[in-house]
């Protein structure tokens, strides 16, 4: 059974009369620990597939099961409950919390799931070590670097340990020599741990990276190298 099966799947914007196919009947099938990369031009749909990937938000029309479940039907609680137990994203902005230091970020995902204080301290921490920040754990964002920062983002990412880990541009900030470090980070990981990493990128270093590339175009899959 596939991780992810999104089938027929559509999601359509109506902005001032003008109807917006960001997604338009996609099909899309990603296995178990699959590393695959979507490309496209702006536009074309990359973040708004993320975006239901992760159960952010649901489809207006068509099936996307994740796990073997459902999503397309369920409740915003019930979409947000998948999402806290299997989905990490990594955004291109980091989205981290200023005034929280890197473990404090790293731990805030870990609080969704009820674990307790110990016990989020201590998967913070190995989630750090992971990403080789150890010695930055205390330091708050403006303290660090912008590759650190992505790494941060990363172990908050990973440190609840979901099945699959969606990306939005992560490389847009760095430049080629973390672009190639964060990649052989995230490769260790699928490998060492299974997860599943859904990268949306323009960078082709990315894309040459990956097992599989697929490509949209106005909300389609053009192509897909699987
Ligand atoms: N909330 C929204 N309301 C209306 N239209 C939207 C909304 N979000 C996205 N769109 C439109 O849907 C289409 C797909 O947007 P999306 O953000 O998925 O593209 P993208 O492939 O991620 O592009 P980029 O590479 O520029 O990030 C675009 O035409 C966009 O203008
Ligand atoms: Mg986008």
């Known amino acids: 059974m596939a991780l992810i099966e999104a089938r027929r799947v559509s999601k359509h914007y109506r902005l001032g009369g003008q109807e917006i196919k960001a997604v338009d009947e996609l099909d899309l099938s ?40 459902e ?39 870990l609080k969704y799931q009820g674990a307790t204080k110990d016990e989020r301290r201590r998967r913070a921490n190995i989630a750090l070590e992971r990403v080789g920040l150890s010695e930055r754990a205390k330091h708050k964002p403006s303290q660090m ?34 672009t190639s470090k964060l990649l052989e980070l995230l490769k260790d990981l699928n490998r060492d741990f299974g997860q599943t990493f859904v990268i949306v990128t323009h960078d082709p270093a990315v894309s040459g990276f990956t097992n599989r590339v697929v490509r949209l175009r106005d909300g389609k899959v053009e ?3 699987a």
């Open 145 to 178: 670097s912008g590759g650190e920062q992505q790494r941060v983002a990363i172990a908050r990412a990973l440190a609840a340990e979901p099945a699959i880990v969606l990306a939005d541009e992560p490389t847009g900030e760095l430049d080629t020599e973390n």
């Open 223 to 225: 192509s897909d190298s």
């Open 71 to 109: 999503t397309a039907a369920l409740s915003k609680a019930m979409r947000t409950k998948i999402r806290r137990e299997k989905v990490g994203f990594i955004f291109q902005e980091f989205n981290l919390i200023p005034i929280l230091n890197a473990v404090e970020n790293v731990e805030l995902p």
């Open 30 to 69: 990603i296995d178990r620990a699959e590393f695959l990369a979507v490309m496209g031009p702006s536009g074309s749909g990359k973040t708004t597939l993320l975006n239901l990937l992760g159960c952010l938000a649901s489809p207006d029309k068509g099936s996307l099961k994740i796990d073997g479940e």
